[in-house]
């Protein structure tokens, strides 16, 4: 039994903000400086009462839409979001609902970041390897922006809102292949809203900087900048290593790298560092922002769409980021 990536469709909000728009609110910045040093230009923001669930919900809509897929083939249901509708019940029971797939199909939410569509496309074949299902609809949705404090202008022009539905099945335009996953969790402050939960309930209401003038608010989304680029740094050339080795492929034979849009300083420096020619590594940020687990498969349809991922490539897929957490995998494109 095979897994393959069957079709992918994505969501995003109404709302669009602008660097111009953005810089309104942090006149010791200009949109030209924005775009420089993160390479976006634009990110798309749910509005108030817009859920991770209801963009998750168009997402699938649009992909059953777009690909003539019937709700009724599909047999699991896999959220990934850090953003969920509710403590309980987990969000992909609800969508199972409202989208009518059968009450069959399996259904659960995974707390996870910019890694979680790797992880999802992991778990999704280890279902059809393990003959549990054969048609996961993986749905990555998040809503950071919810979650951002007003003033925190680095994250604010880095983030946008979205959700992607991808299709896993029996067959489809891309075989996935092996996987590399990892993680470290001595990291995890680094990246973090603290509060809201049961580890700690309350507000604290401590906004603040960090040592590197970073807005910290345990009641937002914190992100100490400087320690995320060197964690990647280590982590993403040893973890490009270890996918080549698992498929026994040689990084010449790589045709297009397509990996987590966090910004375009990052993605550039992870480019020389693993000495990857600037044409085979596939940059999409500029009209999205980073969309946290949402960027790959975002990224990927796109580049299918633009005709630069084609019929026999093989691509490296690569997320990594809050938890911290990595993972990568080849797919073969039969399209």
């Not at 649009?62 to 896999?78: G, L, P, Y």
Request: with cysteine; charged share 20%.
């Amino acid at each position: 039994m095979k897994a393959f990536i069957k079709a992918i469709s994505y969501y995003l909000p109404e709302r669009i903000v602008t660097n111009e728009e953005l810089v309104k609110d942090f006149p010791e910045w200009d949109a030209e400086k924005v775009a420089n040093k993160t390479g976006i230009l634009s990110r798309h923001i749910a509005k108030p009462d817009e859920t991770a669930g209801d963009m998750a919900l168009c997402a699938a809509r649009k992909m059953f839409e777009e690909h003539q897929i019937s709700a009724n083939d599909i047999d699991f249901i896999m959220l990934c979001t850090q953003s969920p509708d509710y403590f309980l019940p987990t969000t992909a029971c609800v969508l199972q609902d409202k989208l009518g797939i059968p009450t069959t199909a399996g259904a659960f939410d995974y707390n996870l970041g910019c890694s979680g569509y790797v992880y999802g496309l992991a778990l999704a074949k280890g279902l059809i390897y393990a003959g549990i299902a054969k048609n996961i609809l993986l749905l990555t949705a998040e809503t950071y922006n919810k979650q951002i404090h007003s003033i925190d202008k680095g994250n604010r022009s880095i983030f946008g809102d979205g959700a992607a539905a991808t299709l896993v099945s029996t067959d489809g335009f891309a075989e996935i292949g092996d996987f590399s996953l990892g993680t470290n969790g001595a990291g995890a402050e680094n990246l973090i809203v603290k509060t809201g939960a049961f580890r700690e309930c309350n507000a604290l209401n401590d906004c603040g900087t960090d040592e590197g003038g970073s807005i910290k608010s345990s009641d937002h989304l914190y992100m100490n900048g400087s320690e995320i680029f060197n964690f990647t740094l280590e982590a993403v050339p040893a973890l490009m290593q270890q996918v080549l080795e698992k498929n026994n492929i040689e990084k010449d034979n790589i045709d297009m790298f397509v990996f987590h849009q966090a910004n375009k300083f990052m993605l550039n420096t992870i480019r020389k560092v693993c000495d990857i020619p600037k044409e085979k590594f596939y940059i999409d940020l500029e009209k999205t922002g980073n969309t946290v687990s949402s960027t790959v498969p975002i990224a990927l349809k796109d580049a299918i769409n633009s005709d630069i991922i084609k019929n026999g490539m093989q691509v490296m897929l690569a997320g990594f980021g809050v938890g911290y957490s990595w993972g990568g995998c080849i797919i073969n494109v039969i399209i």
